[in-house]
């Protein structure tokens, strides 16, 4: 015999530690009855827990072997009401696509500012026309949870490497090795200042990233540009440039290939139907949804910076 738990919960984010809590609760007369405890939880579909924890690893064929999909849909339901129905059919495209069709792979958010598939067209642009000039982004670790992200770059072409539990020395050190390993210039290496990544750019001696300071002007116009911070200007740019193509993510690893997806998705313009500067969804928010830190996107997006304060090129004619 069996003996199942079960609730709804639409939050974003249910950690292991929560889930475990949730079925450790169940144990009435479980040794007497020879029962075995199991969780059920239901939601529909959205890109929260739910989608990343159960739905894409069956997808992938990568579901834990302690955990089980079940798809299913309002028709599979013998007693629901047609007027049930018909009403789901007169919804919005998003809410119908996924309260009627069950589908989890819909996400048509208005806030959204790249979509899903130019997001993994980032995994496979890799045109020669995207090489240039080296740089180096570093997005900095601020508490244990987190991860040093270093993004070495070719132009647009990008590698990311991740480091979990360096220290501010540590990243320091890594972030000097590769530049000399890649021949990299530190007025083209950009670290994240806020927090300890301030440590990184004072050792280091590289340029640094303040994300609530004030919008860069332009670089073609030379005009000022509407937005609230430097972090959501670059965000807005990043955005523009993967939904054309501009962007070529070198990764291999499934595992941080799913974290950048997940991380892009989620950049979003904040209070779109306000008035005002445009920005980004705070991180605070981000957090909330992704039960981390946005790291990898956070290196991509420093990476802005460099096309906001184009570098001077000096050639030996310049000082004849």
């Known amino acids: 015999m069996e ?12 950690t292991d530690k929560a889930k475990n809590i949730l079925k450790s609760r169940i144990r009435y007369k479980l040794d007497q009855f020879g029962l075995i405890p199991k969780l059920l939880m239901c939601g529909n579909p959205s890109k929260n827990w739910a989608y990343y924890d159960f739905y894409q690893p069956d997808r992938q064929g990568t579901l834990r072997p302690d955990r089980q999909f079940i798809q299913a849909l309002v028709t599979d339901n013998p007693y ?30 208005p806030a959204a500012l790249m979509s899903y598939d130019k997001i993994l067209d980032c995994f496979t642009n890799n045109f020669d026309s995207l090489r240039g000039d080296r740089y180096i982004t570093v997005d900095v670790a601020r508490f244990g949870s987190d991860k040093t992200v270093i993004g070495l770059w070719d132009g647009w072409k990008v590698k990311l490497m ?39 750019v004072d050792i280091t001696g590289c340029k640094g990233f303040v994300n609530n300071s004030r919008p860069l002007p ?3 116009t030379k005009q000022d540009e509407n937005y ?14 993967i939904n054309k193509a501009g962007l070529f993510i070198d990764c291999d ?29 705070p991180k605070d928010k981000v957090k909330d949804i992704l039960g981390r830190s946005p790291d990898f996107a956070d290196t991509l997006m420093m990476r802005e910076w460099f096309e906001l304060k184009p570098q001077v090129n000096w050639s030996a004619n310049d000082f004849v």
């Open 3 to 14: 003996i199942t738990g079960g609730f709804i919960d639409e939050a974003p984010q249910i």
């Open 80 to 109: 629901i009401s047609p007027h049930y129905i018909e009403s789901l059919k007169g919804l919005d495209k998003n809410s119908r696509e996924r309260l009627l069709n069950g589908n989890w792979e819909y996400d048509d958010d």
């Open 162 to 200: 991740p480091f979990k539990g360096y220290s501010v020395k540590e990243t320091a050190k890594e972030v000097l090795r590769q530049q000399v390993l890649y021949n990299i210039p530190l007025s083209r290496v950009i670290a994240d200042e806020d927090g300890v990544g301030g440590g990184v």
């Open 218 to 220: 332009n670089p073609i």
């Open 228 to 241: 609230a911070n430097l972090k959501s200007q670059c965000y807005f740019r990043l955005a523009e440039r």
């Open 253 to 281: 690893d499934i595992e941080i290939k799913r974290q950048v997806i997940q991380e892009l998705e989620q950049v979003k313009q904040y209070n779109m139907d306000k008035d005002g500067k445009r920005t980004v969804l």
